[in-house]
């Protein structure tokens, strides 16, 4: 089976930073594109940052200039680095990827468990 885990979530004040990572792990052939995406309490899961496995990246309006998404092949993993947050920030922060698997003829969509970030004032 192929998984993703995030990690690095927690409770941090505002105007502070935090670096969020996601491993993937199992089966894997290749690795597309890689993405975080947050889901706040009561609102609809929203798109933060991709990026692709050259390093192309795109950003929500709503955090650009503020985060850096980022990866590592050789490793597997996306990291989220997370600057001057604000409490609009607080959400669960999912990590996404396609990947394909030595199982699959093709790319799937995998979602991460999520990881939650608290911003507090």
């Known amino acids: 089976q192929v998984q993703l885990v995030e990690s690095g979530g927690g409770l941090v004040q505002a105007g502070g930073s935090r670096r969020l990572s996601c491993a993937a792990s199992?089966?894997?052939?290749?690795?597309?594109?890689m993405g975080w995406y947050r889901q706040a309490p009561g609102k609809q899961r929203e798109l933060v940052a991709t990026i692709t496995r050259s390093s192309t990246t795109k950003y929500a309006d709503s955090v650009q200039g503020r985060f850096t998404i980022s990866r590592d092949n050789a490793k597997n993993t996306v990291y989220l680095q997370m600057n001057s947050l604000k409490p609009d920030d607080t959400a669960v922060y999912y990590c996404n990827a396609e990947i394909r698997s030595w199982s699959s003829v093709g790319y799937l969509e995998v979602w991460g468990q999520g990881t939650l970030v608290t911003v507090s004032s």
């Open positions: 199992g089966s894997i052939f290749n690795i597309n594109t």
